[in-house]
Nanobody
Framework: VQLVESGGGLVQAGGSLRLSCAAS????????MGWYRQAPGKQRELVAR???????NYADSVKGRFTISRGSAKNTVYLQMNSLKFEDTAVYYC???????????????WGQGTQVTVSS
């Protein structure tokens, strides 16, 4: 599975950005897709994830501001980010997690990351 992100950039506090991630390869194996972020000097953290059936899960810090969705073909995931804050500044990584199998367990794939910078 290969993941390609787009949509990062520089935005003022209070503004909006939309991140996109497209998966290719063995996309039939993908269960959950999501977004993680890593700020300088901090660990990578979950932002939001969504299952193949459409169930979302959000970090408390972004609830009510960010919305995750998947495309109809299920191989794309989007993150609509509204009311952005300075502390949302980070590199955002797309993640895809495969269905569990007895031979491989669950596999995780990562995109290359896209920078989101929020100016205060």
């Amino acid at each position: 599975v290969q993941l390609v992100e787009s949509g990062g950039g520089l935005v003022q506090a209070g503004g909006s950005l939309r991140l996109s991630c497209a998966a290719s390869g063995t996309i039939f194996s993908i269960d959950t897709m999501g977004w993680y972020r890593q700020a300088p000097g901090k660990q990578r953290e979950l932002v939001a994830r969504i299952t193949n059936s459409g169930t979302p899960n959000y970090a408390d810090s972004v609830k009510g501001r960010f919305t995750i969705s998947r495309g109809s073909a299920k191989n794309t995931v989007y993150l609509q980010m509204n009311s952005l804050k300075f502390e949302d500044t980070a590199v955002y990584y797309c993640n895809a997690e495969t269905y569990y199998t007895t031979t491989t367990g669950r596999l995780n794939y990562w995109g290359q990351g896209t920078q989101v910078t929020v100016s205060s």
